[in-house]
């Protein structure tokens, strides 16, 4: 895939002024020169866009919307925001979304392609079923993922804990009227 291929990280700075960021930071722009200098080809770029800095939301979407995949390959849960952002900017339908299996959107994201982050050959082997896969099953998989994304939204995550807060509010009323109606507990007959 030498000249055929470009990965794209954005890696936004943070806690740029720690001793250790700093250093891994350092370490990542010096693997980015090796690994482009490497598999240059005759262009001499290199297949990897490191952009080390934030991006607003319409240059996300324009990536998102380029991308033949995207992958989040968190060694815990995490980044479950970049996936949906993803999705939900895929309403062409196109696309592949490969995500850790540490992820908690892997949960419910079941058309992605799941890996194991740790694992090389596995995760390899993802990227490249992501970059083969057939438009008419990208489209299928996204539409599932699309949906999913649209029930399950900012809305109504704070809908349910509104309803789950007015639950636990009854539960604590009525709990404090069945002690106060207990023998032996104050304001209770005895």
Known sequence: LVETFAFVQVGVPSRSDVPGYAEISTEIDGLVARLNAKYGGSSGRGPIRYIATSLQMPQLVALYRLADFCIVSSLHDGMNLVAKEFIAARDDEQGVLVLSHFTGAARELTEALSVNP???????????????MPKDEQRDRMRAMRALVAEFNV?????RMLVDAARLRRRERLSGRLSQQLPGSAGGAD
């Open 118 to 132: 740790y694992d090389l050959e596995e995760a390899s082997a993802a990227l490249a079923a992501a970059l083969l």
């Open 155 to 159: 809305y109504r995550w704070a809908g």
